[in-house]
């Protein structure tokens, strides 16, 4: 069966060109032009994946990420012009996946669908990591620090996962964009300087202690007990 994806922006062009291309690739695909269609289509519908526009009337893009991702865990890629940085942070604290900045290219786009598709059935098989303050349930897609949840976007829980698989490593920047978000983004380091940020303000806001330790000009390591 095809894998469904629902395309939302209010721009019915980039729709069209959006449903045309997917279609073409072997994707069920529905379009919605405003996030409250959007909604309604994917609670009904339930996409494997959601594509959306973040600046429209009503809703915005950032609310309709935060109330799709309390119905499922399908992969949210949102579509942002550049001066939005503060938009894309908030969208991917509500639980998108990822972004593409506008104007776009196809290719880029499709290769980024691939690639969430791909991971997206990943998490529901693998075992649970215990290391240090931390337990990771990748099935229940769940995190407990020194025994309290901590509430992690799917993106920050796949980057702390890779970490903790690797703890005490020195990971380098292409090492953890091409793991986490595809070879296409081997060159793209604001991703890490987005999320590396987020993840580490949230695990230093509950514990006080330092897990993620910048390499200069290399990558990052994980200090699965902290330092102080």
Known sequence: MAE????????????RVLRAALTAQ????????????????????APDLMITDLMMPGMTGVELCRAARRMSKAPILVLSVRDQERSKI???????????TKPFGIQELLARVRAHLRRAPER???APVEVG????????HSTLLRGRPIHLTPKEF???????????????HRTLLTSVWGAQSAHQPEYLRVFVGQLRKKLQGE????????????????LPEGAE
């Open 90 to 100: 908030e969208a991917l604290d509500a639980g998108a996946d990822d972004y593409v």
């Open 4 to 15: 469904r994806i629902l395309v939302v922006d209010d721009e019915t062009q980039i729709t």
């Open 158 to 172: 796949d980057l702390l996962l890779l970490f903790a698989r690797n703890a005490g490593k020195v990971l380098t």
């Open 124 to 126: 529901l098989t693998d």
């Open 26 to 45: 072997g994707y069920d695909v529905r379009a919605a032009n405003d996030p409250e269609e959007a909604l309604r289509t994917f609670e009904e519908w």
């Open 133 to 140: 303050d931390f337990v990771i349930d990748v099935a229940a």
């Open 207 to 222: 514990t006080k202690k330092e897990y993620i330790q910048t390499e200069p000009w290399v990558g990052y390591r994980f």
